[in-house]
């Protein structure tokens, strides 16, 4: 059975950083898209970052530059490093896998997720 879940999240001022981990189970990370999504209050679900086997494949705009993801795949771990934190970045943060066979990119669909970690960023 696949599980993530995702730790890190805290209260931090404007301009810190935090990383954000997903411990994945369940599943080889071998063909697998993975992805960061957040969630703040009364607005649309974002994406946020997206990683295939290795490799980074894109970021939103809002934080290119500043968030990094990355993965573990000896640990089976999900990293996003997350810098130069601003209050709108405060979210409910998710981590997402799919099983593609190979692909990653943005229109990948996302069955497996995270219950998700807090990152409440104050000016």
């Known amino acids: 059975q696949v599980q993530l879940v995702e730790s890190g999240g805290d209260s931090v001022q404007s301009g810190g950083s935090l990383r954000l981990s997903c411990a994945a189970s369940?599943?080889?990370?071998?063909?697998?898209?993975m992805a960061w999504f957040r969630q703040a209050p009364g607005k649309q679900r974002e994406k946020v970052a997206i990683i295939d086997n290795e490799t980074p494949i894109s970021y939103s705009d809002s934080v290119k530059g500043r968030f990094t993801i990355s993965k573990d795949n000896g640990k089976n771990v999900l990293y996003l490093q997350m810098n130069n934190l601003k209050p709108e970045d405060s979210a409910m943060y998710y981590c997402a896998a799919e099983r593609t066979g190979g692909y990653c990119d943005t229109r990948v669909e996302y069955n497996y997720w995270g219950q998700g970690t807090q990152v409440t960023v104050s000016s």
């Open positions: 369940g599943f080889s990370y071998r063909g697998v898209c």
